[in-house]
């Protein structure tokens, strides 16, 4: 029998009245900023978002600090409440580096428990300053060597060794690098320098999410935390950026599904609307009953991610199925539902495909994380042929 964990409360699963009331800022703000439009015309620029936009974000409404406590110049508020600026970025298909910066590098900073890091680096994040990401965290299975070594140097430790598909790694100031030691795996913070640090664009299947191959040659860098929570560290830190990618799933999901009920009601075929035909409807009921169990999968995530730490391993891999699966689906039936002008590059729909398929297999695939569930459950996989 495995000791069971306390149970989350049934608020925790519900929007509070802030919550709600940020919801509904965050949409107008996007709705004003982030159109398709405007995601393609900033793709097109150097960092491939709007950076007065990513201003707006963390001056106006203190996105950024949301979850980073008062201490370190946050509002102190919980991941629960960045869930929800995380559903309408993704809502939007907002570009700007959300994920890597806030989600991932804000929070294994957090959680290596470092306070001079944690005083350097978060006040600037939470004022949108610093842009962070993380390199070399793998799937956070726990398995595989770091592809990173860190040495010693006459002036402090220099890292060695490259580390690919890295998000936001062209242009993040402030890199996350899970790097190899004598003593084992560690965290260490690295201020990229060209003459030390090459970061390579990639090209990548969604454009909205811009990731990077970078080669550290001997780049200085600076531990963070100890040796011995490192790995509980990255762990921790890549099943909250399950937890924030759900969150975007599910706000990416919601705008395929509402895009393409609007458009049914509005395209008429044999003098009628073509939502009004039962197998649209079903098509269409298909997707709302995905999204409302990804919803529920999603809610769970991020109240674990909030107040119960110890249960999010396996909230996380969960909602990592159950979303990925969800928005896969809304997508599919976005560019599907709405005939031949949803296969055109001048629509969106095809952003928010290339959104679902990328995210799908960001933080290992749903095969993977079934494994993973299965073992974390104590059950035993057993191989058979068909």
Do not use: N
């Amino acid at each position: 029998m495995h000791p069971r964990h306390p149970e989350i409360a049934p608020r925790l699963l519900s929007e509070t009245d802030e919550q709600r009331q940020l919801r509904t800022v965050l949409r107008d703000l996007f709705r004003e900023t982030s159109s398709p439009e405007d995601v393609r015309k900033h793709l097109a620029t150097p960092r491939g978002y709007d950076e007065a936009l990513w201003s707006r974000l963390a001056g106006e409404i203190g996105v950024h600090g949301l979850a980073v406590p008062e201490e370190y110049g946050g509002s102190g508020f919980t991941f629960a409440e960045l869930a929800v600026v995380l559903e309408e970025a993704g809502r939007a298909l907002c570009s700007a580096p959300l994920l890597p910066t806030v989600a991932l590098a804000a929070h294994a900073l957090l959680y290596s428990g470092d306070r001079a890091a944690c005083e350097r680096y978060l006040p600037r994040i939470a004022d949108g300053a610093l842009t962070a990401t993380v390199a070399g965290f793998g799937e956070g299975f726990g398995d595989g060597e770091p592809v990173v070594t860190a040495e010693r140097g006459s002036a402090g430790w220099l890292l060695r060794g490259r580390a690919d598909f890295v998000l936001d790694g062209a242009g993040a100031d402030l890199i996350l690098v899970r790097a190899a030691t004598p003593d084992g795996p560690r965290l260490f913070a690295c201020e990229p320098d060209p003459g030390t640090c090459r970061r390579t664009p990639r090209r990548v299947l969604d454009e909205t999410r811009r990731q990077a191959l970078v080669e550290f040659r001997g780049a200085p860098a600076t531990p963070v935390g100890t040796a011995e929570g490192a790995e509980a560290t990255v762990s921790a830190t890549v099943d909250t950026g399950r937890a924030a990618l759900a969150a975007e799933q599910i706000g990416g999901s919601g705008h395929a599904l509402d895009a393409t009920v609007e458009f049914v009601a509005q395209r008429h075929q044999f003098g009628r609307p073509i939502g009004s035909f039962q197998a649209v409807k079903h098509r269409l009921a298909d997707v709302l009953v995905a999204l409302e169990a990804a919803r529920s999968a999603s809610a769970y995530a991020t109240a674990c991610a909030a107040v119960a730490p110890e249960q999010l391993p396996v909230a996380a891999s969960a909602a990592a199925v159950v979303c990925s699966e969800a928005f896969r689906l809304a997508t599919a039936e976005y560019v599907q539902l709405h005939g031949g002008i949803g296969f055109t590059w001048e629509h969106p729909a095809h952003l928010y495909v290339r959104r679902a398929r990328g995210a799908e297999v960001l933080f290992g695939t749903a095969d993977r994380h079934r494994a993973r569930l299965a073992a974390l459950a104590g059950l035993a996989l057993e191989s058979c042929s068909v």
